[in-house]
């Protein structure tokens, strides 16, 4: 091209590309604008509300676009651009929220608002003694919200149980031993599940089919707890359980014909499961192949405020019971089935256990009586217990017709006795009524073939 012509072409076209510049300009900065898409971050900064759909781009956009003559690819790679970010926002919001969705369903499958999964663990816990030395298995079952029960097949036994107060700090609120050894002594049944049959029969004797049974009469002159080797002294099979709402352990015994007297072999099973509602509960089941007498219970030794923390006197205790069975100097029921108002057995309403414990005529002194439940026709609540200075509180629901109350009056600080001392702990034992084999008016305790033992037990437990 000639100078002359280069100059001419400059002059022509230099002031096209100035108006084109201008129009871009005032299309940028005061002209209407194409809307973006719904969701976007423009839409978001701009519109109170953002637009329900795809947007139609404003018409004289459009037209001040094509009279621009701008490159359109870089405004093309700019939109799919920014089709590529919107797209992997919304899928990122759909993401999230199907993840929240599903966190939801976890919850109820096993995992809580923390969001770790409930777990159950198995370590050695120590052997038996003897050339054998059967290993002890212990068994830790945590939840999501960081309950632990921790349990050991020597006697299906619970050594803790580990709650938080209202401030969230965890003590363990179940009485036991530390070790294995001093669960093979004579201790006073910490935590283990009693049988075949729990409290008293009086005299160690009854009857079925007129048959007579001796029984070992080991709280002179009466039973107790099964005998001399009660199911709390004897290795438990166990394997782990974990449901979609629950871990815990399944125990399984198998108690011969004649063992501490009774007749029949007996298949037992306990179910001990803790959830995410911060329940513990307690399954009881046996079959047998012969008549006998069937009445289970777990042991456990509460203290809310901690174990070793000092006396239960203050804890505030409400039995939803309205009788009670009163006993002899040996603590059998006399077969008289008493109201408890206007006595100092009557919890039908919050009352602290210390209140009227000191009234009570026994030796030791103390409650140790059994009281009857309004309603065992299904699951019902049985006792409210709460510790005023922790403010943790344990409800028990359960499907057996009365509950023992037991203050602990028997515990002196001996080795034995784990070194608790006197109403340092009580107990709580959901069961049958005592020496109902020699009460006919008692409901009754006769297992026969074909027919299946289950009681239920349920620990709910939170702070106020």
């Given at each position: ?8 072409f400059c002059?022509?076209a230099?002031?096209?590309?100035l108006i084109?510049?201008?129009c871009?300009?005032?299309?940028t900065t005061?002209?209407p ?7 976007s ?5 701009v519109d109170?509300e ?14 001040t676009?094509t009279?621009a003559?701008v490159?359109d690819s870089s ?10 970010e919107h ?5 990122a919001e ?7 969705e ?11 608002v923390?969001?770790?999964?409930m ?5 050695d816990?120590?052997k ?7 290993p ?10 960081g309950?632990v029960?921790?349990?050991m097949?020597?006697?299906?036994t619970v050594i803790t149980?580990?709650v938080p107060d ?6 363990n609120?179940?009485?036991?031993f ?6 093979l002594?004579?201790p ?12 008293r029969?009086?005299?160690g ?9 001796t029984l070992?009469?080991n709280?002179?002159?009466n039973h107790l707890?099964?005998?001399e080797k009660?199911?709390?002294k004897?290795?438990w099979?166990?394997e782990?359980v974990?449901?979609e709402t ?15 007297g009774?007749?029949g ?10 959830d995410n509602?911060?329940e513990l ?5 046996a079959t047998?192949?012969?008549a006998?007498h069937v009445?289970l ?6 203290n809310?405020?901690g174990a070793?923390?000092?006396s239960?006197?203050d804890?505030v205790l409400l ?10 100097a040996?603590?059998?029921?006399t ?6 108002a206007?006595t100092i057995?009557d ?12 009234q009570?005529?026994?030796?030791p ?6 009281w ?5 026709a ?8 709460s510790?005023p ?11 057996q017709?009365?509950?023992q109350?037991?203050t602990g ?13 006197q ?12 020496d109902?084999?020699n009460?006919?008016d008692f409901?009754s305790?006769?297992?026969?073939p ?7 037990t349920i620990h709910?437990f939170?702070?106020?």
């Open positions: 091209m000639k100078p002359v012509e280069t100059l001419i002059c022509l230099f002031p096209v590309l084109s510049l201008a871009n300009v005032e299309k005061s002209g604008a194409a809307k973006p898409k719904s969701g971050p423009e839409v978001a900064e109170a953002p637009s329900s759909g795809p947007s139609t781009p404003d018409a004289s956009a459009v037209a676009d009279e003559s490159d405004a093309s790679e700019q939109g799919t651009e920014q089709d590529a797209d992997a926002e919304q899928d759909q993401d999230a929220e199907q993840d929240a599903q966190g939801t369903g976890q919850e109820e499958k096993g995992t809580g923390e969001g770790e999964p777990s159950v663990i198995v370590s816990f120590g038996m003694p003897g050339e054998e030395g059967q002890i298995e212990l068994y830790t079952c945590t939840n999501a919200h309950f029960l921790e349990m097949t020597y006697g299906a149980v580990q209202r401030e969230g700090n965890v003590k609120v179940n009485m036991g530390s070790s294995l050894d001093g669960y002594g004579q006073p049944y910490f935590g283990a599940t009693v049988g075949r049959y729990c409290n029969i009086a005299g004797r009854f009857t079925i089919n007129e048959e007579e049974f070992a009469t709280n002179d002159p707890h099964g005998g009660g199911f709390d004897v290795v099979d166990a782990q974990q449901t629950a871990v815990g352990v399944k125990f399984t015994y198998e108690s011969s014909d004649g063992e501490e009774y007749p072999n007996l298949s037992v099973t306990a179910i001990y499961l803790l509602n911060n509960s307690i399954e009881l089941s047998t192949d012969k006998t009445n219970t777990n042991h456990n030794y509460w809310l405020a070793g923390s000092g239960i006197r804890h039995l939803n019971c309205d009788r009670y069975l009163p006993v002899d040996t603590s059998i029921p077969g008289e089935v008493a109201d408890v206007g057995y919890f039908t309403s919050p009352k602290q256990i210390g209140k009227e414990l000191d009570v005529e026994a030796d002194v103390g409650y140790d009586h059994c009857v439940l309004r309603d065992h299904s699951m019902a609540l049985a006792a409210v217990l510790d200075a922790s403010g943790r509180v344990m409800e028990i629901h359960t499907t017709p009365a509950i109350f037991y009056n028997y515990l002196d600080g001996a080795d034995a006795n784990g070194g608790y001392q109403y340092e702990g009580l107990c709580l034992e959901t069961q049958h009524y005592p109902s084999p009460q006919p409901p305790t006769l297992l026969s074909g027919e299946t033992y289950k009681q239920t709910r939170y702070t106020q």
